[in-house]
Structure formats: C-alpha cells, structure tokens
C-alpha cells in the first residue's frame, strides 16, 4: 500500500499563497490520476484538482487561474500551488488517487486558513 502525507498547509491572508506537497510512501507512475481534495468544515470533500501521469490537468470552477497541481513521478511527490487565497479556500487538503484506490492510503492532510 502506497501512504500518502500531505504538508505546506498554514494561516495566510487572503491574496497570499501556498504551496502544498503529497509524498506517496511508494510509487505513484502507475496511478494514472492523482488529485488534490479538500474538505471544509460542515462539508463534504471535493476534488479541486487532478493531473494525469502524462500531464494533463483539469480545475474545479472555483480554483481556476489560482492553482496550479504538478506532480513529478520520480519523487512520488504531487504539488498544489495555491495563489489569491480566498477565505472559501479555507479548509483541510488531501492528496489521492482519482477516484481514490484500495492501495493508497489517505493522509492526515494539511490545514490551510486564509484569514486576515
């Protein structure tokens, strides 16, 4: 099984940035869709991003032209850069497959807050 650890969270002011890391335990070139998910408090998670293993991306509405996900298989590391953080942004990050597999364990995540 393949554990996933999540970090780079923090408090930042609304317009700051953040970028956040995935470190997957073992290999991640065979999981053809890798995601970063986040979940609010009172909410359900929700995929806000995903990157294929060939490159290519897809962004959920609300995350558009602000974050940018990138993976690179030779670390078995995702990456979330996050730019003109909002206060809607506001909640835990995850890294997983997409959809999540039985192999991939998830992480504890990491706490993003953009307050002022």
């Known amino acids: 099984q393949v554990q996933l650890v999540e970090s780079g969270g923090g408090l930042v002011q609304p317009g700051g940035s953040l970028r956040l890391s995935c470190a997957a335990s073992?290999?991640?070139?065979?999981?053809?869709?890798m995601g970063w998910y986040r979940q609010a408090s009172g909410k359900q998670r929700e995929l806000v991003a995903s990157?294929?293993?060939?490159?290519?991306?897809n962004y959920v509405d609300s995350v558009k032209g602000r974050f940018t996900i990138s993976r690179d298989n030779a670390k078995n590391t995702v990456y979330l850069q996050m730019n003109s953080l909002k206060p809607e942004d506001t909640a835990v990050y995850y890294c997983?497959?997409?959809?999540?597999?039985?192999?991939?364990?998830w992480g504890q995540g990491t706490q993003v807050t953009v307050s002022s």
């Open positions: 997983n497959a997409v959809p999540p597999v039985s192999r991939t364990i």
């Open positions: 073992g290999s991640i070139f065979s999981i053809r869709i």
């Open positions: 990157i294929t293993r060939g490159g290519s991306t």
